[in-house]
């Protein structure tokens, strides 16, 4: 079912989710051991190809490779210096010349990943390219939630921000609507993507709609350029008006989440006291983060032997 | 009695600083065998979380690390980019969630380790902190003393240059105070701390006083900007008044030892026939830096169980 | 046979190289595995030193060490900062106070690897200094022609382009020659290096003539910043004269190889058809770089005792 690639939501089934969430769950029992280490990847290579500077991300792939036993090899590399496309695919091939096992791409260009993975051997993990998608992002955010509610058909997921340059939100869409969620968005009429409905979302410009009578609200980093005049006139303004604050979130319901895919700017999108309150479960989704990457290296790797498979997940023996 | 971190000297008690010794000593045995690893900290993951940027200190943990068979991801952010302390606590925050099971910290703002280590779930060790402390430094500097002397009790150690904005220098006037020794600072009026006997130390201007008699003479890094008016006249006034040649080293005892934690102004602040001479040990505070993070490392990762504490420093079985 | 380090390909004799290739042929199997990883060096230190940027050369160096189980520290640090030669000197001395059993060094200017292996205990390697030698882009050049061709000795090797600042061009004219090759270079005249025929290779400044009959067209990067008056007028002009495409290839025997160091400036040097065509074995280059300096590795790196030798090179267990 699985692809040879990760490269978006949209291309994932149902089936495909329910397989990663139940095996990132499994990661996460390893990641409460003393010896937060399994030999599963023993002797493979995974690179981390990355043309747009990321730290949270990369560092989530990194250690996920490490506690797999994996070789993590990273490779930064600023758009700027390899703006023509030939250099990145001449960079990508000579990357894959060197036998990765899985390359993981973040490209501030939309479809770079895919056109990479189109020319590598290895398999491709799209950690994020422009405003398309960022489908782990989307994956731990749905493990998060799962494990927060126990389900994540029928509830009421609210994402709010600047939705039209959000791969994160793009991303969330697919993967909520597809595991039966009700997805609802909330943005200035400037930042709501044309037709966006057409993807099976209810779209509001006012806040306080969005989020009534939601389970999960879903905060977007805004970019603070953005909020100079052209798409917002203000930051105080926007903050004022979709920033989240524990007074705004009584409509939600009384059980409603906070996430935010970090990194946050407090007191803009999301308020200090949500931040750091009970609400929140921002830090759920970092850790989450990590047996989520686990389980797509564990997944998406060019597959173990049999004898391998079998002792791959046990307790490392010394 | 030593603590869940590791933020200053000032913190450890004289048997917390026996202690690190003497586990740093059985380190250094396992770097002189050929294979230079042992399985003590397998499976546990080691974060460098460097907001000011460094390459020996960095270097010497992360080679630490590996060598106990840990996992060591190294995080570096220049401090401009994450100037806000939200900033710097979310990222902290961040990497915690990712369950490391320790963390070494450094900024250029005094105090940042502490405030991190208060926040996060894994212990913290201070890798330097604007002009605080150092306190992995002040222990490397201590073992290559007591190697080198065979003890640190009723040593006179004369520290010389910037010591006002010098963590080194701080964290050694602790150490060496607490394990006995006599602390001589020699310093340029304009850059004695106000005040700094009453840490027990005798302050200098004289250079020739401060070391007469000497055992061992401890060359502070100048910052060459701020030989340039407002606390010295110039450069050269620096190396002929507070610079340190074999000439001046006459004075002190006859077997005194020249120490520097480098980087080495060379001809500034010691001589070029010093830095190379048989009295520099410059080296084997490098040497030793690896071996007591070893051992601090050892000492501050969440305790292993009983089973693995006796396997763990044994040699590896292949 | 083989010296303590790897400087240049002028010191390595026939049976070195004979010797470096046939380990980096049993290299290759190790990378056809599933599990790419043998123990050979585990708890060895590798440093990569590289004081000039560099991509794919670090990463190959990286992927070795791992794949031999050592574990592998980058340093990287721009010439800029460490412009004197004192400090490039005591950084060498620190890293190699670390007692890393190799190191890599990689230096803009000439002869920086010879000064620090004379004065480091770890053996060096040698990874591009200035515009003297690249010996491991030699020898994986070699290995590359050998299994493409079945031999060196006897073949016709033309090497285009900016001969005089090449270090690639100076390590494979010794390393051809050396092994029975008949080497031939095509170049402006003002990229010709005066007196080269000295060394044993034919010198023209007609592409056509140089690679008339020839096995193996090897082309050089050359730098864009070249193509502006002083050494050659154009880079139109440069391409048209230089740059080889298929057309141009016609006058080389038909089975007739075609080689890169990379990155490539396609368009420039080298058409988009023949970077891509059945001609070109650039990936074999990058795919045999990572097998090459693993045999390097192996054997320069500090030998393993007698019972580590045996079990070195078989299969890993888990």
Do not use: W
Not at 60 to 65: C, D, H, M, P, V
Not at 106 to 125: E, F, M, T, W, Y
Not at 182 to 188: D, H, L
Not at 286 to 300: I, K, P, S, T
């Amino acid at each position: 079912m699985i692809g040879r690639d990760l490269l978006s939501m949209e291309d994932l089934s149902r089936e495909d989710i329910e397989k990663i969430l139940d095996t990132a769950a499994h990661m996460q029992e390893i990641g409460q051991r003393a010896v937060k280490k399994v030999p599963s990847l023993r002797g493979r290579t995974i690179v981390n190809l990355f043309f747009e500077s990321s730290t949270r991300t990369r560092m989530s792939f990194e250690i996920a490779g490490k506690r797999l036993s994996a070789d993590v090899i990273n490779f930064s590399a600023s758009s700027s210096s390899l703006s023509k496309s030939e250099s990145i695919m001449d960079t990508a091939r000579t990357v894959d010349a060197m036998d990765p096992d899985l390359v993981v791409v973040r490209h501030k260009v939309a479809g770079v990943p895919k056109i990479i993975a189109d020319a590598l051997s290895a398999p491709v993990i799209n950690a994020g390219d422009g405003a398309h998608e960022h489908p782990t992002q989307a994956l731990l955010d749905m493990l998060t939630v799962k494990q927060a509610k126990g389900r994540i058909a029928g509830l009421t997921v609210t994402i709010v921000g600047d939705v039209l340059h959000s791969r994160v939100a793009r991303s969330n869409i697919y993967g909520f609507i597809k595991m039966g969620a009700e997805v609802r968005i909330a943005a200035p009429p400037t930042m709501l993507p044309p037709g966006i409905e057409a993807l099976g979302v209810k779209a509001y410009t006012s806040l306080r709609q969005a989020i009534e009578g939601a389970d999960v609200v879903m905060m977007l980093r805004i970019q603070m350029e953005r909020l100079q005049g052209a798409l917002f006139p203000s930051v105080r303004e926007y903050s004022e008006t979709f920033g989240l604050s524990r007074t705004k979130l009584r409509v939600a319901k009384p059980d409603c989440i906070v996430m935010h895919p970090g990194p946050i700017n407090r007191g803009v999108e999301l308020s200090h006291e949500l931040a750091d309150g009970g609400e929140s479960v921002i830090l759920e989704q970092v850790r989450n983060g990590v047996a989520l990457r686990m389980a797509l290296l564990y997944l998406f790797t060019g597959r173990p032997s049999k004898d391998e498979e079998v002792a791959a997940l046990g307790e490392e023996t010394k």
